[in-house]
């Protein structure tokens, strides 16, 4: 058992740190929120170039992977950065595609998005039964796919008004499927089922990196702002809400690279796994943003300070692909 | 990364399955908080010592089988899923032996090693005063030097089975004109029936007589029983402070085997429609799964050459808390039935799960109160300023 990052690993979490931290995503999101994709497509660009959207690609189809691990790497950084996007649904797409190119389902559609997704060509997104009614970010995506109830795959090319979400670089619309199914029956559903969880799988490390950062950026804050004639992280009322803070994210993290083995092993119990991951690091995240919102006081409840990015994030990244009591229910079959 | 076991790691399971499904009593042994229990428990440490399973990590020649840390991690997986008796050696086997092996002399560890991992001679610790608990190092009682050794003056309390161990290990002020309250402190051993020792047994929240006072008057200690430098006790018993906060004194697999049992009660007891009870359980196990793969990744980064410092509070905040709320949620899943003690006549089908409550209730107290240990975060792992605490 060597249950830690090797070095390619963590070295590859730095290179998209400092990727990212170049490419000035608090800028990115703002016009994302504004209905202005062009920055924040570009940071996206940036990600296939580096790999991150090959590692959900089988390399039968131009991709690298299945590498969860370093999905999971990746989308830590990704919430870190708060880069704005439909990033999870398209690697769900590609988990979708790949599933069903395997069983031998839809293969002129997998050949078709599986390479474009792979290099970054195409971000597309995505609903499945179960996680509706919206699809997130469907004015910027290249397609939009849903799998509707009666488990058939269809392109939407169409979709309604964007509606506004907690988070203002989420912008949610309700898909219209029509034409002709892209592929329907017992594989659709079970590929959709599969897709579903590694959305939530990446979905779990974003918030884990959503979390980190405000952490971050919380206690360099309460190191420099002074009250009383001292800094207020001296404060114990202060410290061990960060402390706690802190807790809740440590104790999640192996959670979320634990599901990232069982994914990689192909676990029958992945998707407890998964599910156990998305609540500790949903759950972690969220009380992130509230001791951020709280140790930064008035000055953390303007939309001018770039930790409002984050904090509506964590929000919304609670009960994107699967809410906490859905998870809850299918944890408890860690022990059995 | 991986969580896979390799094939030498299986068979030490499997070996340590197969002992423990042959000798672990059927019935539940007694309280070991009680003078009673506490004599059943010794035979079952000698009983685990006669197989070589009583101190699985050390090595070989004090009694144990030089186990690495995930070998250990698999023996206590085993050892709780099979129900085994508690150990009434825990405060010698995880705070005075690590203490031993790193600031002990050979004839030390040799005298005071193999009577421990057999259970002969049980130890409990002397840290608390009446005047200092979480400001330890304030404390008063007096190690003053005479010819030969040091005697020993003061009071020392809410010590754990002192009232039945035989012998206790504590620090003790040496040096007074030190300049700082921490420097002046000596780690010494003593036998609790010592001439000038005086022990009051104190009756805990559960009503068990299991705490006690240790009243010390003029109790000689020989030189031979101070471990490390006279004056250096505070950096000696720090140095292994994290082996009872973090890995050492709670393993996984206490949690683990745990929330099994929370699981199983909620599927064959309790009204799993309740969406309230079945978060709780689902918040149990998901706590007792995280707490297994924390303390994997930093088994895998021990045996990568890392070391453990200050994440050792992490470790003591989060399973002294998932402790409670394990067994809050098992005594609300038994309903009426969750208020008996398990002595009484119809709690068997408890499980246990009322002292286990009790016990759960002194773990963010023990072993450097939770305060104590969000501190140590802040400070340490955040890098926050000190500051008053208050």
């Given at each position: 058992m060597?249950?830690?990052?090797?070095?390619?690993?963590?070295?590859?979490?730095?290179?998209?740190?400092?990727?990212?931290?170049?490419?000035?995503?608090p800028?990115?999101?703002?016009?994302?929120?504004?209905?202005?994709?062009?920055?924040?497509?570009?940071?996206l660009?940036?990600?296939a170039?580096?790999?991150?959207f090959?590692?959900?690609?089988?390399e039968?189809?131009?991709?690298?992977?299945?590498?969860?691990v370093?999905?999971?790497?990746s989308?830590?950084?990704?919430?870190?950065?708060?880069?704005p996007?439909?990033?999870?649904?398209?690697?769900?797409?590609?988990?979708?595609?790949?599933?069903?190119?395997?069983?031998?389902?839809?293969?002129?559609?997998?050949?078709?998005?599986?390479?474009?997704?792979?290099?970054?060509?195409?971000?597309?997104?995505?609903?499945?039964?179960?996680h509706?009614?919206?699809?997130?970010?469907?004015?910027?995506?290249?397609?939009?796919?849903?799998?509707?109830?009666?488990?058939?795959?269809?392109r939407?090319p169409?979709?309604?008004?964007?509606?506004?979400?907690?988070?203002?670089?989420?912008?949610?619309?309700?898909p219209l499927?029509?034409?002709?199914?892209?592929a329907?029956g017992a594989?659709?559903?079970?590929a959709?089922?599969?897709?579903?969880d590694?959305?939530?799988?990446?979905?779990?490390?974003?918030?884990?990196?959503?979390?980190?950062?405000?952490?971050?950026?919380?206690?360099?804050y309460?190191?420099?702002?002074?009250?009383?004639?001292?800094?207020?992280?001296?404060?114990q009322?202060?410290?061990?809400?960060?402390?706690?803070?802190?807790?809740?994210?440590?104790?999640?993290?192996?959670?979320?690279?634990?599901?990232?083995?069982?994914?990689?092993s192909g676990?029958?119990?992945?998707?407890?796994?998964i599910?156990?991951a998305?609540?500790?690091?949903?759950?972690?995240?969220?009380?992130?943003?509230r001791?951020?919102?709280q140790?930064?006081?008035?000055?953390g409840y303007?939309?001018e300070?770039?930790?409002?990015?984050?904090i509506?994030?964590a929000?919304?990244?609670?009960?994107?692909?699967?809410?906490?009591?859905?998870?809850?229910?299918?944890?408890?079959?860690?022990?059995? | 990364?991986d969580?896979?076991?390799?094939?030498?790691?299986?068979a030490?399971r499997?070996?340590?399955?197969?002992?423990?499904?042959?000798?672990?009593?059927?019935?539940?042994?007694?309280?070991?908080?009680?003078?009673?229990?506490?004599?059943a428990?010794?035979?079952?440490?000698?009983?685990?010592h006669?197989?070589r399973?009583?101190?699985?990590?050390?090595p070989?020649?004090?009694?144990?089988?030089?186990?690495?840390v995930?070998?250990?991690l698999?023996?206590?997986e085993?050892y709780?899923?099979?129900?085994?008796?508690?150990?009434?050696?825990?405060?010698?086997?995880?705070?005075?032996?690590?203490?031993?092996?790193?600031?002990?002399?050979?004839?030390?560890?040799?005298r005071v090693?193999?009577?421990?991992?057999?259970g002969?001679r049980?130890?409990?610790?002397?840290?608390?005063?009446?005047?200092?608990?979480?400001?330890?190092?304030?404390?008063?009682?007096?190690a003053?030097?005479?010819?030969?050794?040091?005697?020993?003056?003061?009071?020392?309390?809410?010590?754990?089975?002192?009232?039945?161990?035989?012998?206790?290990?504590?620090?003790f002020?040496?040096?007074?004109?030190?300049?700082?309250?921490?420097?002046?402190l000596?780690?010494?051993?003593?036998?609790l029936?010592?001439e000038?020792?005086?022990?009051?047994?104190?009756?805990?929240?559960?009503?068990?007589?299991?705490?006690?006072?240790?009243?010390?008057?003029r109790?000689?200690v020989?030189?031979?029983?101070?471990i490390?430098?006279?004056?250096?006790?505070?950096?000696?018993?720090?140095s292994?402070?994290?082996?009872?906060r973090?890995?050492?004194?709670?393993?996984?697999?206490?949690?683990?085997?745990?929330?099994?049992?929370?699981?199983?009660?909620w599927?064959?007891s309790?009204?799993?429609g309740?969406?309230?009870?079945?978060?709780?359980?689902?918040?149990?196990?998901?706590?007792?799964?995280?707490?297994?793969l924390?303390?994997?990744a930093?088994?895998?980064?021990?045996?990568?050459?890392?070391?453990?410092?200050?994440?050792?509070?992490?470790?003591?905040?989060?399973?002294?808390?998932?402790?409670?709320?394990?067994?809050?949620?098992?005594l609300?899943?038994l309903?009426?039935?969750?208020e008996?003690?398990?002595?009484?006549?119809?709690?068997?089908?408890?499980?246990g799960w009322?002292?286990?409550?009790?016990?759960?209730?002194?773990?963010?107290?023990?072993?450097?109160?939770?305060?104590?240990?969000?501190d140590?975060?802040?400070?340490?792992?955040?890098?926050l300023?000190?500051?008053?605490?208050?």
């Open positions: 060597r249950f830690l990052l090797d070095d390619e690993q963590s070295e590859f979490g730095r290179t998209l740190d400092r990727m990212l931290s170049a490419a000035d995503t800028s990115a999101v703002r016009a994302w929120a504004a209905g202005e994709h062009g920055p924040g497509r570009a940071v660009g940036r990600l170039e580096a790999g991150v090959a590692l959900a690609v089988p039968a189809h131009g991709g690298l992977g299945p590498l969860p370093e999905l999971a790497v989308f830590v950084e990704v919430g870190r950065h708060a880069v996007g439909p990033l999870v649904e398209t690697v769900a797409a590609a988990a979708l595609f790949g599933r069903l190119a395997r069983a031998g389902e839809a293969a002129d559609a997998a050949k078709e998005w599986l390479p474009r997704l792979a290099d970054g060509r195409a971000a597309v997104s995505l609903v499945l039964p179960g509706g009614p919206y699809a997130l970010d469907a004015d910027a995506a290249d397609a939009v796919f849903a799998v509707t109830a009666a488990d058939e795959l269809r939407c169409t979709y309604g008004p964007v509606q506004p979400s907690l988070d203002p670089a989420r912008r949610l619309a309700r499927p029509a034409g002709e199914p892209v329907s594989a659709v559903r079970a959709a089922e599969h897709a579903a590694w959305a939530a799988f990446a979905t779990a490390a974003q918030a884990l990196g959503t979390g980190l950062a405000l952490l971050e950026r919380t206690v360099a309460v190191k420099e702002r002074t009250q009383f004639g001292v800094a207020i992280g001296s404060f009322a202060v410290k061990h809400r960060l402390a706690d803070t802190l807790l809740g994210l440590e104790f999640a993290r192996p959670l979320v690279f634990g599901a990232a083995v069982a994914l990689a676990s029958p119990g992945a998707g407890a796994e599910a156990a998305k609540v500790a690091a949903g759950e972690a995240a969220y009380a992130a943003a001791s951020a919102l140790s930064h006081g008035a000055i303007t939309a300070l770039d930790l409002s990015l984050w509506g994030k929000r919304a990244l609670r009960s994107a692909w699967g809410t906490p009591a859905e998870c809850r229910a299918r944890a408890l079959d860690l022990f059995h | 990364m969580l896979d076991f390799g094939p030498e790691e299986d030490f499997a070996e340590a399955r197969q002992w423990l499904a042959a000798h672990v009593p059927a019935a539940p042994l007694p309280s070991l908080e009680t003078r009673e229990g506490f004599a428990h010794r035979e079952w440490e000698r009983t685990l006669a197989d399973w009583s101190v699985v990590s050390w070989e020649e004090h009694g144990g089988r030089a186990a690495s995930l070998e250990w698999i023996f206590e085993e709780f899923a099979a129900g085994a008796p508690g150990r009434v050696s825990q405060n010698g086997i995880n705070l005075l032996a690590p203490t031993l092996f790193e600031h002990g002399t050979a004839e030390q560890r040799a090693l193999p009577p421990m991992a057999s002969e049980i130890w409990a610790q002397a840290w608390s005063e009446p005047e200092a608990g979480s400001d330890l190092a304030s404390l008063r009682s007096t003053t030097r005479v010819a030969g050794g040091w005697l020993l003056g003061g009071l020392k309390t809410w010590s754990s089975r002192a009232a039945f161990a035989d012998l206790a290990f504590g620090l002020r040496s040096h007074p004109d030190a300049d700082r309250p921490h420097r002046g000596t780690y010494v051993m003593f036998p029936d010592a000038g020792v005086t022990v009051r047994p104190i009756g805990r929240l559960d009503g068990k007589p299991a705490f006690a006072e240790l009243s010390l008057e109790v000689f020989p030189d031979e029983d101070v490390g430098e006279p004056g250096q006790g505070w950096r000696v018993a720090m292994t402070a994290g082996n009872e973090g890995l050492t004194l709670r393993s996984p697999g206490r949690f683990t085997a745990a929330a099994e049992r929370l699981v199983t009660l599927r064959e309790a009204d799993t309740v969406p309230a009870l079945r978060d709780r359980v689902a918040d149990a196990a998901i706590g007792a799964r995280a707490y297994q924390f303390t994997y930093n088994a895998s980064r021990l045996a990568a050459g890392g070391a453990i410092g200050a994440e050792s509070s992490l470790n003591k905040v989060f399973w002294s808390e998932l402790d409670i709320a394990l067994h809050e949620c098992a609300d899943l309903g009426p039935l969750g008996l003690a398990d002595r009484a006549e119809d709690a068997p089908a408890h499980g009322a002292d286990g409550y009790t016990f759960s209730l002194a773990g963010p107290i023990y072993a450097g109160t939770n305060e104590i240990q969000r140590i975060i802040a400070e340490r792992l955040l890098g300023p000190k500051g008053r605490r208050s």
